[in-house]
């Protein structure tokens, strides 16, 4: 076995927490980006215009379900947060 074959199975248990984690992160986070959508709708619809706060929420909450799927398919090493800083909602 090779010492790079080695590492990853020693870390293998422990990112296979972390994916789960992230998994159950995954859902919450897509249930509080529906409750952002609908609220944001509200404002569109009572105001005429979106919230901008709200709009950089939604913004940032995709990037942290894009940084979730791309942790637990191996796409990438990095870790999402708590594990790191939230993404922004900058552009």
Wanted: charged share 10%.
């Amino acid at each position: 076995m090779t010492n790079t074959a080695l590492a990853l199975t020693r870390k293998l248990p422990m990112r296979a927490l972390l994916m789960l984690l992230m998994c159950v992160a995954f859902q919450l986070a897509a249930w509080v980006l529906i409750a952002v959508a609908l609220l944001q709708l509200a404002f569109a619809v009572f105001s005429d215009e979106a919230n901008p706060r709200l709009q950089g929420l939604g913004r940032s909450l995709g990037r942290y379900l894009g940084q979730i799927a791309g942790f637990v398919t191996f796409a990438t090493e990095a870790a999402p947060f708590p594990f790191s800083d939230w993404p922004s909602s900058e552009a």
